[in-house]
């Protein structure tokens, strides 16, 4: 009669220690990836700073815009004060979006699901053990080659770009940069410890009296490439609606969120079938030309929030257009005809608004 033989096994307490070795290591490998995640998809991240407003015996106050959000940004903050912080989320002036939070959160518990399936998932003979798996190598390979290639090709248009806008100071424009690399890569504060500089350009005056028309030309389309082109100046004394139309038709959907128009001449007319500036929520038209029909043509754009035609053409018929903009939160109406009288319908739907003669100040001395 043969005897069975029992399998050799570990003692009860080896057993127990390389378990609860494996899962602190489990535990850590997690944490080690959900905290910095977490950081990255919800923490603000200073995108601007204007510089100093205004200086006290008790603090220094600065003009800072903030954005909440990975990858998409469902909070933005416009503050005002001695600086804000990563998790000041009701700071300063906040604009919320719960769409963006949604698409955030689903991303965000996504990724963690991912996480725990490979780090709590078992593996048959391999239980009490912390191992990488053949299907955690490629997944995590996976991953890492996306984050080498969104690195490497926001390093490729940065180069780009500061070639643009070496080009640009040559001729004569003025060019501001700001960091246009992936926002994990800034949250995790990456852009600060490596040699990587992926600055791109984030605003651009252009002066068209200063350059020829074959100039203009290659301008815009040089300006059509610009990722984060966020303010566009855009101006001369011999401004037409036909160089601003041929300008915003070089590129079918522009980043810009501020656009400055300088120009005696300019109407405003050509701006009436313009697509292509989704994300603007400030406009600036410094015209003595641009009349009621120009400013029917912006009342269309639905992203506007602030409006500010000073010493303009305009008349009440504008103010009435202003009223049904559906997101403008307040329009300058300084140096024109319109009246306080005329701008009863702005005060009624909350629009703040400014209007009356200003003052120059050399002609009072």
């Keep these: 009669m043969e005897e069975s033989v029992a399998p050799s096994t570990l003692p009860q307490s080896a057993t127990t220690v390389r378990t609860w070795i494996s899962r602190t290591a489990k535990a850590t490998f997690f944490l080690l990836i959900a905290l910095p995640l977490t950081w990255i998809c919800f923490a603000g991240e200073m995108v601007h700073q204007s510089g100093l407003i205004a200086v006290t015996s008790v603090s220094v106050d600065y003009d800072q815009d903030w954005e909440h959000g990975w990858p998409y940004v469902f909070l933005e903050r416009e503050y005002l004060g001695p600086g804000s912080s990563p998790l000041a989320f009701d700071e300063g002036s906040p604009t919320f979006s719960w769409t963006w939070l949604l698409a955030d959160l689903l991303i965000y518990v996504g ?10 998932a078992k593996r048959v003979g391999d239980r009490g053990r912390f191992s990488f798996s053949l299907r955690t190598a490629l997944v995590g390979t996976t991953l890492l080659s996306l984050l080498m290639a969104n690195v490497s090709n926001c390093y490729l248009q940065s180069q780009r770009e500061a070639e643009i806008g070496r080009q640009l100071k040559s001729e004569g424009q003025l060019v ?61 004394s011999a401004l037409t609606d036909e ?44 015209s003595s030309g641009f009349d009621d029909k120009g400013f029917s043509a912006i009342s269309q754009w639905s992203s506007l929030e602030g409006v500010c035609v000073p010493k303009t053409s305009v008349t009440a018929e504008a103010v009435q257009l202003a009223a049904k903009m559906p997101n403008l939160r ?5 140096d024109t005809e319109i009246t306080e009288e005329d701008c009863e319908v702005l005060e009624e739907r909350g629009i703040e608004y400014g209007v009356g003669k200003t003052v120059n100040p050399s002609a009072s001395d």
């Design 111 to 120: 990724l963690l699901s991912l996480l725990l399936w490979l780090c709590c």
């Design 176 to 236: 501001l940069s700001k960091y246009i690399g992936p926002r994990w890569f800034s949250r995790l504060g990456l852009d600060e410890i490596t040699p990587l500089k992926m600055e791109g350009i984030e605003l651009v005056r252009i002066r068209s009296d200063e350059l020829s028309e074959e100039q203009l030309t290659a301008i815009y389309s040089k300006l059509a490439e610009l990722s984060r082109l966020s303010y566009l100046h855009f101006g001369g």
């Design 243 to 286: 160089e601003v139309g041929r300008l915003l038709a070089a590129r079918q959907r522009w980043p810009i969120r501020k656009l400055w128009i300088f120009g005696p001449s300019f109407r405003g007319h050509s701006l009436e079938n313009v697509r292509s500036l989704p994300s603007l929520v400030e406009l600036r038209i410094f």
């Design 330 to 334: 307040y329009v300058d109406f300084y």
